[in-house]
Nanobody
Framework: QVQLVESGGGVVQAGGSLRLSCAAS????????LYWFRQAPGKEREFVAS????????NYADSVKGRFTISRDNAQNTGYLQMSSLKFEDTAVYYC?????????WGKGTLVTVSS
């Protein structure tokens, strides 16, 4: 079992920045890829970014490339999503996710609201 808890969401003006955190607990000794997803009101949940255990492989959705940066501190079992140059369309609930031994683990999400 792995538990994921997101934090760091809030209200920010367009053009501003926020850093989200994802604290993992439980079977964190297993090497896992960390993902961030988001779900805007009335829309499907979508992939935002991912990072391998070592940090050597990262992927980003085209919509956030150059603005968002994913990182992780394995010693602290914490992942991060640094978001800059935020746009109104980045407003969403942001979730961290991982898959370990065939099981999906989602956090409960943190709300990011970008005001125009």
């Amino acid at each position: 079992q792995v538990q994921l808890v997101e934090s760091g969401g809030g209200v920010v003006q367009a053009g501003g920045s926020l850093r989200l955190s994802c604290a993992a607990s439980g079977r964190t000794s297993i090497r896992y890829t960390l993902y961030w997803f988001r779900q805007a009101p009335g829309k499907e949940r979508e992939f935002v970014a991912s990072m391998s255990w070592s940090g050597g492989v990262t992927n980003y959705a085209d919509s956030v490339k150059g603005r968002f940066t994913i990182s992780r501190d394995n010693a602290q079992n914490t992942g991060y999503l640094q978001m800059s140059s935020l746009k109104f369309e980045d407003t969403a609930v942001y979730y961290c996710y991982t898959k370990i031994l065939g099981s999906d683990y989602w956090g409960k999400g943190t709300l990011v609201t970008v005001s125009s």
